[in-house]
Nanobody, 118 residues
Framework: QVQLVESGGGLVQAGGSLRLSCAAS????????MGWFRQTPGKEREFVAS????????YYADSVKGRFTVSRDNAKNTVYLQMNSLKPEDTAVYYC???????????WGQGTQVTVSS
C-alpha cells in the first residue's frame, strides 16, 4: 500500500502560481512513477504530469508544457507540481497518483482543489 496526501491547492488569480505537494508513505517508491491528474465536474480525470521516481524522467500534457514543473524530493518522499501562469481552465481537483511500473498497482490521493479566477 502507498498512502498519498496532497496539499497546496487554493484560489489564485489568472497568471498566478501555486505549488502542490504530494507526500507519500508506506512503500519504497523507487519502482513507482508518480503522476498528477486533474478532474472537473462532468469530465474524465486527465493526465497532467508525471515523474519516474528512480530516473527523474518527466512527462507533461501538452496543455501544461512550459507552465508546470513536476519534481521530487527523495529525502521527504514528496512530489511537487509547480504551476505557473495559471489559467481559468486549469481550475480542477488535482490528484496525486503512484503507479508501480512493473506490477501496475495504482494508488490515489484524496485530491486538492485548485481554482483560478479570471
Amino acid at each position: 500500500q502507498v498512502q498519498l496526501v496532497e496539499s497546496g491547492g487554493g484560489l489564485v488569480q489568472a497568471g498566478g502560481s501555486l505549488r502542490l505537494s504530494c507526500a507519500a508513505s508506506g512503500r519504497t517508491l523507487s519502482s513507482y512513477a508518480m503522476g498528477w491528474f486533474r478532474q472537473t465536474p462532468g469530465k474524465e480525470r486527465e493526465f497532467v504530469a508525471s515523474i519516474s521516481w528512480n530516473t527523474g524522467n518527466t512527462y507533461y500534457a501538452d496543455s501544461v508544457k512550459g507552465r508546470f514543473t513536476v519534481s521530487r524530493d527523495n529525502a521527504k518522499n514528496t512530489v511537487y507540481l509547480q504551476m505557473n501562469s495559471l489559467k481559468p481552465e486549469d481550475t480542477a481537483v488535482y490528484y496525486c497518483n503512484a503507479r508501480h511500473k512493473a506490477l501496475g498497482n495504482v494508488y490515489w490521493g484524496q485530491g486538492t482543489q485548485v481554482t483560478v479566477s479570471s
